[in-house]
């Protein structure tokens, strides 16, 4: 990104990630700061201030004008319910949001786009009653279908502070249903096993885990294995829809993460958790 050439700059986070590119997590904040100073001082740089990484960026040096979101004297998000929450800046109202997007994350997310728009020219009243009708992007808490009551949701959530996250959002709308989490371990971090150690504690809110172990350096058992008999680890894929759709009941939330296709499990799914809803009404007219 150091050959973008932004007047208005949103960053949100900093973790490592990118195993195979980056030694380290300094190595990734030496790159942000590159693209810190590509920012001109005519331009804005719309910051998250509760990100440590972050804060050691700027501190390295910039000549942009910062707004920071998430924190006490900055952009504000005080939720009022489940879909809704008030805007602020420096403790004055700005603007208030009602949408369907899940999760603390969203809700800062919109800050950071209040902010920016705000940089170009829109109110933050306007770009408050917009939000309201932003409908998400795919793959982001997607929910693909509902079979037998079984509602089966597609994320692209794959570093582990993206799948708690997710689950977090997911556990916020559902309340006491059951979560049964479905996670492939695809990108080039994961299957290095850089993460590993972390997957349990971003798993925790889920009520059922099931990996997809197949070309892995590492054995996902033996990383899941503090969840107890709540994770289940096949590297067959059919193996692995048999099993979800076995436990799957009524009211159950699957939720199926990965960076890729996932060999199409979320239709593989889908299709037989609604066969097994037409064989009884099979063997009925049979009898």
């Known amino acids: 990104f150091v050959h973008y050439r932004p007047k208005t700059a949103v960053l949100n986070n900093i973790e490592f990630d990118h195993a195979d590119i980056f030694d380290d997590l300094a190595a990734i904040e030496r790159q942000f700061h590159h693209f810190v100073r590509i920012v001109p001082k005519s331009g804005l740089l719309v910051v998250n201030g509760s990100d440590q990484a972050l804060a050691r960026v700027l501190k390295l040096g ?7 979101f998430g924190v006490s004297g900055g952009w504000q998000a005080e ?22 997007l899940l999760g ?12 920016a728009a705000r940089h170009v020219g829109v109110a933050a009243g306007a770009a408050c009653e917009a939000l309201g ?19 089966v949701y597609d994320d692209f959530a794959h570093h582990p502070t993206a799948i708690a996250t997710t689950v977090a959002g997911l556990r916020q709308k ?24 972390a997957l349990p504690g971003s798993l925790a809110e889920a009520d059922l885990v099931y990996c997809y172990r197949a070309n892995l350096g590492w054995n996902p058992a033996d990383a899941l294995a503090p969840l ?14 048999t099993a979800i759709a076995a436990e799957a009941k009524p009211g159950d939330q699957v939720l199926v993460m990965s960076n890729g296709g996932f060999g199409g499990i979320h239709q593989k799914l889908l299709d037989r958790l609604n066969a097994a809803i037409a064989l009884p009404k099979c063997s009925s007219a049979a009898q």
């Not at 603390?104 to 902010?115: E, F, G, K, Q, Y």
């Open 62 to 68: 910039h000549w942009t004008p910062v707004d920071y």
């Open 79 to 100: 939720p009022l319910d489940a879909e809704a929450f008030r805007v602020s800046l420096a403790g004055r109202e700005q603007g208030r949001v009602r949408w369907e």
């Open 104 to 115: 603390r994350h969203n809700r800062t997310n919109a800050l950071a786009a209040i902010a």
């Open 133 to 151: 009708r932003f409908g998400s992007v795919k793959r982001r808490m997607e929910l693909l279908g509902t079979a037998g009551g079984v509602a």
């Open 174 to 197: 559902v309340g006491k249903a059951r979560i049964l989490a479905v996670l492939e371990p695809r990108s080039n971090t994961m299957k290095l096993g850089v993460m590993k150690e």
């Open 228 to 241: 107890g008999a709540k994770a289940v680890c096949h590297d067959n894929l059919d193996a692995l829809v």
